[in-house]
C-alpha cells in the first residue's frame, strides 16, 4: 500500500454520509461469476465532496454506496467511470475494512477516510483481476481504522491532490 502525505477532505465527506443509512457490508467469498453475468440493478444517490488542493478549494460529485447491496456491487461489473467521479463507501463505523476487485474491469484508486474526514492512506493504482476466482481475488485493507471509502480511477487521487 503507498502512503502519502495526510491530507484533508472538508467536512462535506462527513456531512454528506451522516444522512445515508444501511448496515456494514464486508465481501464475503462466493463462487466466482464470469464478468459476463446478468447483475441485478442497483442504483446510487450522489453528493458533491470538497477538499483542499494546494490551499484552493476543490470539489467533485459522487456517487454513495451506503447499504448493503450498494457496498457489495460498488463499481463492479462497469466498463469505466468518467475521468472525475468517484464512489463514496459510508462504513457507519470506524473500522478496518476489506475490500476486493470483484467485476472491476479497470484499475482504482482508494482513499481511506477517518471520521474526521481526514485522509488516513491511499492505495494506488489497484488493478483488476478479470477472471480470476473469488478465493483468488486481493483484498485490501487500509493499515488503520476508517469510517469511508473513496473509490477513484487510477492515478486520480495524486492528480487531484488527494492524499
Request: cysteine-free; aromatic content about 10%; proline content about 16%.
Given at each position: 500500500m503507498i502512503a502519502p502525505p495526510r491530507a484533508a477532505l472538508i467536512a462535506a465527506i462527513v456531512l454528506a454520509c451522516a444522512a445515508c443509512s444501511s448496515s456494514n457490508?464486508?465481501?464475503?467469498?462466493?463462487?466466482?461469476?464470469?464478468?459476463?453475468?446478468?447483475?441485478?440493478?442497483?442504483?446510487?444517490?450522489?453528493?458533491?465532496i470538497a477538499w483542499t488542493r494546494g490551499g484552493a478549494p476543490a470539489s467533485m460529485?459522487?456517487?454513495v454506496a451506503s447499504s448493503a447491496a450498494q457496498s457489495e456491487r460498488g463499481l463492479g461489473y462497469r466498463d469505466a467511470l468518467p475521468e472525475d467521479a468517484g464512489?463514496?463507501?459510508?462504513?457507519?463505523?470506524?473500522?478496518?475494512?476489506?475490500?476486493?476487485?470483484?467485476?472491476?474491469?479497470?484499475?482504482?484508486d482508494m482513499v481511506w477516510i477517518g471520521e474526521d474526514g481526514r485522509v488516513a492512506e491511499v492505495t494506488a493504482n489497484i488493478p483488476p483481476q478479470p477472471g480470476a476466482a473469488d478465493v483468488d481475488l486481493a483484498r485490501i485493507s487500509p493499515a488503520a481504522p476508517v469510517r469511508y471509502v473513496l473509490e477513484l480511477n487510477a492515478g486520480a487521487a495524486g492528480r487531484l491532490g488527494i492524499g
Open positions: 457490508s464486508t465481501p464475503s467469498p462466493t463462487p466466482a461469476e464470469p464478468d459476463e453475468t446478468p447483475q441485478p440493478t442497483v442504483t446510487f444517490g450522489t453528493t458533491s460529485q459522487v456517487e464512489m463514496l463507501f459510508d462504513l457507519h463505523e470506524t473500522r478496518i475494512p476489506v475490500f476486493w476487485m470483484k467485476g472491476m474491469r479497470f484499475p482504482l
